[in-house]
């Protein structure tokens, strides 16, 4: 059986996460928040539109009328169930590769849902295999307009304030293929666009916020002043140069804090970011007299941070970048629209934006295991004390199982790259030792 992870349920589609699955997950979810009406909105991936089928059968059978948006980014579902009061349901797997999909669940008013909910939805599915299939006919309306909305409402944010500037952007061949290269050309942006032409196999495929490469060379090629990515769903991004740099969430975070605190706009001027934000994220915020509040990995710890302190940015390193002032969840297209703004605005380049922030050399290795490790901090304790002794204030360690997959992730910082990668390297043999599995690589 699937259960939640860091970011909703996600599965090799119609194998794992079956259509069965996905009807009962619709069940479950409509019981335990009782909505209004449910919303539902889906990436670019071929099986997008039979779990959607399943979904709206499974509203059906409790009574629960349903708004399709069809193929948009999840922000803009989350937006939906935000101006209209009902629970959104994001067919995605996000930046995972075309066969795998997922499940995402926005609480009534676009928030994401929080651990009790999702445990008390995730205990009403499990039971729900017991149950007989019922087949009662559908309440559909057409929500495929509110893409317009909600491109509109990021539009408004920046104004044509983009004018002059040349901007590539690469859509990942996913559900920002259509809206973001027409929200940054009405903003006044000179626009050109790679990687949208979706076939629902090619999500991702070497495109995207994970692979930003062809991005770069293409940025470069054009003479462009920045280059943006999104991923598969468009809840992240990652920025290029015109040098072809790579700039990821942490640096844009930290041109988005500091610019909102000089401008008095960073509501009690504080930040939330997750265990992986790079040690030199904090070391500008400390020099700004900014405050950082950290959380486990995962959008949805962050959106809890920004509203236990009501603080109005947060995100991860990954390119989920949250402006709380504006959006209920993450968002490239409008996290875009604020960076391409201000660098506009500023009149400097990006290079010159991100080197307010200077990284540590930061490793990262996967570890694929056999099983799910469930604590690998403990299963290789003496090996991170005597790392971290090593290392002392000039470094850090983070050891985590993934919420979404068997692989245990370790993350060494230290002053120099050869320092980062051997302890890092060390752990990772240390947790195969324990686990067996393979040492998928660093970066």
Known sequence: ????????????????????????LARATARVLRPVAIVIGRDTRESGSELEDAIVEGCAAEGIAVHL???????????AAEQYGWVGIAITASHNVWSDNGIKVFASGGAKLGDAEQIEIEREWHAMV?????????????????????????????????????????????????????????AGADVSVINASPNGRNINDKCGATAPQE??????????????AFDGDGDRLIAVSASGALVDGDHIMAIAAVDLAHRGLLRNKGVAVTVMTNLGFHHTMRDNNIDVVITPVGDRSILVALDEFDFVLGGEQSGHVIHRAHATTGDGLLAALQLVEYITRARVTLDQAASIMQSYPQILVNIRT????????HDIAEQIAIAEAELGDNGRILVRSSGTEPLVRVMVEAADQVTAESIAMRLAQGVVDIHGGSIEGTH
């Open 69 to 79: 948006m069809g193929v948009v980014p999840t922000p803009a579902i989350a937006y």
């Open 1 to 24: 059986m699937l259960h939640f992870g860091t970011d909703g349920v996600r599965g090799v589609a119609i194998d794992e996460l079956t259509t069965d699955l996905a009807r009962d």
């Open 215 to 228: 991005l770069s060379a293409q940025v470069i090629a054009e003479g462009a002043d920045i280059g943006i």
């Open 370 to 377: 056999l099983n799910r490790v469930h604590d690998p901090v």
């Open 130 to 186: 017991s149950e007989p299939v019922l087949h009662e006919q559908p309440t559909i309306h057409d929500a495929t307009g509110i893409l317009g909305e909600y491109a509109t409402h990021r539009l408004n944010v920046v104004g044509e304030a983009l004018a002059g500037v040349r901007v590539v952007l690469d859509c990942a061949n996913g559900a920002m293929s259509h809206v973001a290269p027409e929200v940054f050309m009405s």
